[in-house]
């Protein structure tokens, strides 16, 4: 991917690849991902928005416009899971990634809650900064190891869920078309007319 945008630059825009083996608190010993994430309270002190692509995102179109959208004080904007016609990748609720029968989970949140999709995301970071976010996401990560990972399923989305809780900004699905390939209801105008697109 670094190569890809150093022979496509994409000016004025700044783009910044980055793996966990980038970050210089990785790389100063043996320290917990966790633990090292929790005294560097800022990874981008000087940003106010980032927009976050996963790897196997493609896009298609300039996400320029995405700086404009106004996100009413939420942190994360992304596309819903679980309004559309395709009942495997548009039907994700709550009740898919967390263990509603472990108390615990069932105390706190509401099975019938629409889920989000990870993979294309406008973080406005300024309001990350006035949340608890971070640490309400080592909390629940903490639990799930307490409770011998039995609060949801393995990945990275069921913690994200819980962590972003009430801080979403839903976005049209224009920009992030999901599960192209395997969406039964796909059509090639769709896909044409996404955004960005992930397999």
């Known amino acids: 991917m670094q190569a890809w945008f150093s022979l496509h630059p994409l000016t004025p825009a700044i783009i910044e690849v980055k793996s966990l083996h980038h970050f210089d608190w990785f790389t100063k ?44 004080g939420k942190v994360n904007g992304a596309v819903e899971t679980c309004r ?20 615990l989970i069932s105390r706190n949140f509401n099975p019938d809650e629409c889920a989000w999709a990870y993979g294309m995301n406008i973080f406005d970071l300024e309001a990350w900064r006035r949340t608890n976010i971070t640490r309400t996401y080592h909390y ?12 949801w399923q393995l990945g990275t989305l069921p913690p994200g869920l819980i962590a972003f809780y009430g801080h979403v900004h839903v976005i049209d699905p224009f920009w992030h078309m999901l599960g192209l390939g395997y969406q039964d209801n796909t059509t090639i105008a769709d896909a044409e007319s996404a955004v960005s697109f992930t397999f």
Do not use: C
């Not at 559309?84 to 709550?94: A, E, Y």
């Open 140 to 151: 629940w990560v903490e639990q799930n190891l307490k409770s011998d990972l039995s609060l």
């Open 29 to 72: 010993g043996k320290v917990p991902v966790l633990e090292a994430m929790e005294k560097d309270q800022k990874l981008f002190p000087s940003l106010n928005k980032v927009v976050f692509l996963d790897d196997d995102i493609v896009v298609q179109t300039d996400l320029s416009p995405l700086w404009d959208i106004d996100m009413n």
């Open 84 to 103: 559309g016609d395709d009942k495997f990748v548009m039907s994700k609720r709550f009740k898919s990634y967390l263990n509603f029968s472990h108390p």
